[in-house]
């Protein structure tokens, strides 16, 4: 240890008032998107005699002496002050969860003080998320719950930390409502994720939190087979030292501001590091993902211009219909269910896979016979990827979907969407996609054709309002609208003068979200109102 016990006392409320405690942030990642969606944020002491101390050397210390309030007291006031700095320069933001111990919410009045805090600085408190720990439960629910109410009742999110790490995890899941779940990976032992029991526990836990409709973030994420695992079970948003260390606040805030925003996550996917041979281990892991977390798949073995089924899943049969079993599809020759054409297709799929090494895809029709039901024609989309080869033999792991309705579909509506299109060229509505983090736009047909807009317009609205399309007096107005959108407004409208011959037009945006309240896309639209 750097510090005795003694020392860390003697020392915290000089090295507090010096500012040698600094706040370090660790990204939160969405697997599906690549973005970065939050942080957490963590105090690092950094000594002018001994450099950075482990917190595990002071923290303990802090709380067993009721010191700890002062010091996240201060993180939090550290947090605000980043994040005003940030909206101060129209940065991009996300939010950024703080950790609380117990200490913090037995001591009376701790929470305004906080909420003092924030409103001192002006910040949202959907900006702020707040960590409470399983363990915190333990030692009185009846305090947690209290203080987790006060927070909802000010708007802001509350976490439940280290998931897993306790004994108590569902009865407070059970009698407090929190908004985030974060789940310990650290809880699963080294290797377990790999067997049947670790496996099935860390999938019921996040089923359950489905069930609860609480979004799930894992910590600890450490291992290309860890995210690999938990990106099949639905676990999307992740935090560990694979995706990043926490960094200081200059590291961050360049995180945040730079190109690299939602590009460092390596795009993993479920198959890259896979064993084939553990395929045929009723026990393994890679089994469990086969039987329950992926949709119908199959895995094949191709070998001189011929395929043949080894496996399929349960999930496959139900997508090729026609009560197929599993003896007959595995005993059957696909190809012989093709067309020429079709069958040309298929095999030079395969062929391109093993040439690129990388995923690829096909659309076949097939002709299924059945006992029961008669021959049917079906449409299905195949998904290749390379999992073993050989001399004489490569093996594939293909998902499919049937897509016949679409297929049908699209051909009834092509008629449709003919007559669809005439009428739209009568109405006076114009529609567009906003992206809000990239600030991209991509147009209707009738914007592209009437006002000569191209299908993707960056860093809108600004190159519009240089094009005269939304004249000067409403252009901060309309910049403001966007600001608004990207700070969580769900709708706005209003009747606006557009084009140099200020023609009326009422024009509205409704915003989407995703599942941990950020603002992902707004819908626009302007309608003409000078013939209404």
Known sequence: ?????????????????????????????????????????????????????????????????????????????QVCRFLRKMLDKNLSVVRISVNLSRCDVIEPDFIQRLEEIRQKYKIPSNLIHIEITETMIVHGAKVVMNSVDQFHALNYKVEMDDFGSGYSSLAALKDIRFDVLKLDMNFIPDGAIGDHRGGIILSSVVRMAKWLKLPVIAEGVETVEQADFLRSIGCDYVQGYLYSKPMPEQDYEKLLNGATVGAIVPQMKLLDSLDANRFWNPGSMESLIFNHFVGGSAIIDYHDGQVEVLRVNQKYLREMGMNQSEKNLIRSNPLSTMSAADRELYLKTLDAVISTKTEQECETWRELQSACCGDEKVCIRSSFQLIGECEVSRQFFVSIRNITKEKLQIQSLSESERKFRMASEQANIYCWEYWVEKKEMRPCFRCMRDLGLPPLIRNYPEP???????????????????????????????????????????????????????????????????NN
């Open 464 to 530: 519009v309002i240089r094009s005269g399309l939304f004249p000067a007096e409403v252009a901060d107005m309309y910049r403001d609208w966007h600001r608004q959108i990207a700070a969580g407004v769900k709708s706005l409208e209003a009747v606006i003068p557009l084009t140099e011959n200020r023609i009326p037009f009422r024009v509205r945006y409704t915003t989407e979200f995703d599942d941990l309240g950020k603002p992902v896309r707004a819908y626009g639209s302007a309608e003409c109102m000078e």
């Open 1 to 77: 240890m750097f510090f005795s016990p003694e020392e860390v006392l003697e020392k915290f409320p000089s090295a507090l008032k010096a500012g040698e405690f600094a706040v370090y942030y660790q990204p939160q990642f969405s697997h599906s998107t690549g973005r970065l969606i939050g942080s957490e944020a963590l105090v690092r002491w950094i000594s002018p005699e001994h450099g950075i101390v482990p917190p595990l050397d002071f923290i303990p210390v802090l709380e067993e002496n009721r010191r700890i309030p002062e010091l996240d007291a201060y993180v939090f006031e």
